[in-house]
């Protein structure tokens, strides 16, 4: 037979792994440089009322701004962190710049002080001292404890580890709130939640995008938020993108969630004028008649 022209596809294959890996490498490399260098910056995804549209809460979303490649996404760059340990150091970047903001916006508004909710990997939360850092991050800036969510995945609960627990127990008391981020992708297990030490549940995106479509996802749906309500568990509701979504988890129950159909994340001087137009925009939810 004769021969193909070109690159042979196992090779392609190899060449676009070597690529990856190459570009995984100089991005570790980048990031090690760029904690030193404070080249990152948070924006703040609105939490709000389903029922009025207020603003609630902030979720602190981080950004890499990298010097040739702009504003990086944090699916870009979270993993690699979390696998080289620098995720603690960047954590701690993310906790103080959320808390300082979280002050900020608490004394423009003092009546609606929307709290932070703040993503915080096993990782970093198993770092020694985390739950003391907490703690003196919220002194540092003068913000109660009631104004600090932080936000861990399933897979922090599910190894019933007794340093966590005691973390998770310690933060509770003191008033922060904890919600278990993406709730649903992990292992799903329902079972586990009554023992669990949380105040809320983010439902993940994918049950949300699946809502309008399957009937037999909006039971599941409507079953989670009231098992939820039974253990006295907050819902938000993630990645809401339709007037549709809004109306069926209202329907189902559902308080609070977070989407493009109310906000992207917002740069931090964008938020105070979303949050000012958010407390006139009642008239959207007048029920039909
Ligand atoms: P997450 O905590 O589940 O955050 C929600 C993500 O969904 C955000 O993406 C947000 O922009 C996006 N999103 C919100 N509403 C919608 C929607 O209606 N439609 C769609 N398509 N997407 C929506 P982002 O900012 O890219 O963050 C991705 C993930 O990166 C976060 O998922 C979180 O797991 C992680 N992450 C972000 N910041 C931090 C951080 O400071 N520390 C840690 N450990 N992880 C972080
Ligand atoms: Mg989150
Ligand atoms: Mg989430
Ligand atoms: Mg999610």
């Given at each position: 037979g004769s021969a193909k022209r070109g690159t042979p596809r196992w090779r392609r294959y190899e060449e676009s792994m070597h690529a990856r890996m190459l570009q995984r490498m100089q991005l570790r490399a980048d990031l090690g440089q760029a904690i030193t260098d404070d080249a990152f910056v948070l924006h703040f995804q609105p939490i709000v009322d389903l029922a009025t549209g207020h603003t609630r809460g902030?979720?602190?979303?981080?950004r890499w701004q990298h010097p040739a490649r702009g504003l990086v996404p944090p699916l870009e760059f979270i993993e690699i962190?979390?696998?080289?340990?620098?995720?603690?150091?960047?954590?701690d970047w993310v906790l103080r710049h959320a808390v300082d903001a979280a002050a900020k916006f608490r004394a423009a508004v003092p009546e609606q002080a929307p709290y932070m909710s703040v993503n915080v990997s096993v990782r970093q939360f198993r770092s020694a001292g985390f739950v003391s850092r907490v703690f003196a991050e919220l002194a540092r800036a003068g913000l109660p404890a009631e104004l600090l969510t932080i936000e861990i995945t399933e897979s922090l609960l599910l190894g019933d580890d007794e340093q966590i627990h005691a973390g998770l127990q310690t933060l509770r008391a003191a008033g922060v709130k904890v919600s278990i981020d993406d709730f649903g992708t992990g292992y799903s297990s329902l079972s586990y939640l009554h023992r669990v030490d949380v105040d809320t549940l983010k439902l993940d995106k994918s049950f949300v995008d699946t809502i309008a479509t399957s009937p037999q996802q909006y039971d599941l749906v409507r079953g989670i938020i009231q098992l939820a309500a039974t253990l006295q568990l907050d819902?938000?509701?993630?990645?809401?993108?339709?007037?549709?979504?809004?109306?069926?988890?209202i329907d189902g129950g559902c308080a609070y969630g977070q989407g493009y159909?109310?906000?992207?994340?917002l740069p931090e001087d964008a938020v105070l004028g979303y949050m000012a137009g958010s407390e006139h925009s009642d008239t959207q939810v007048t029920p039909a008649a």
């Amino acid at each position: 037979g004769s021969a193909k022209r070109g690159t042979p596809r196992w090779r392609r294959y190899e060449e676009s792994m070597h690529a990856r890996m190459l570009q995984r490498m100089q991005l570790r490399a980048d990031l090690g440089q760029a904690i030193t260098d404070d080249a990152f910056v948070l924006h703040f995804q609105p939490i709000v009322d389903l029922a009025t549209g207020h603003t609630r809460g902030l979720e602190a979303l981080v950004r890499w701004q990298h010097p040739a490649r702009g504003l990086v996404p944090p699916l870009e760059f979270i993993e690699i962190a979390e696998e080289s340990g620098l995720i603690v150091p960047l954590g701690d970047w993310v906790l103080r710049h959320a808390v300082d903001a979280a002050a900020k916006f608490r004394a423009a508004v003092p009546e609606q002080a929307p709290y932070m909710s703040v993503n915080v990997s096993v990782r970093q939360f198993r770092s020694a001292g985390f739950v003391s850092r907490v703690f003196a991050e919220l002194a540092r800036a003068g913000l109660p404890a009631e104004l600090l969510t932080i936000e861990i995945t399933e897979s922090l609960l599910l190894g019933d580890d007794e340093q966590i627990h005691a973390g998770l127990q310690t933060l509770r008391a003191a008033g922060v709130k904890v919600s278990i981020d993406d709730f649903g992708t992990g292992y799903s297990s329902l079972s586990y939640l009554h023992r669990v030490d949380v105040d809320t549940l983010k439902l993940d995106k994918s049950f949300v995008d699946t809502i309008a479509t399957s009937p037999q996802q909006y039971d599941l749906v409507r079953g989670i938020i009231q098992l939820a309500a039974t253990l006295q568990l907050d819902v938000v509701a993630e990645g809401i993108e339709t007037d549709q979504h809004r109306e069926l988890l209202i329907d189902g129950g559902c308080a609070y969630g977070q989407g493009y159909l109310f906000a992207r994340p917002l740069p931090e001087d964008a938020v105070l004028g979303y949050m000012a137009g958010s407390e006139h925009s009642d008239t959207q939810v007048t029920p039909a008649a």
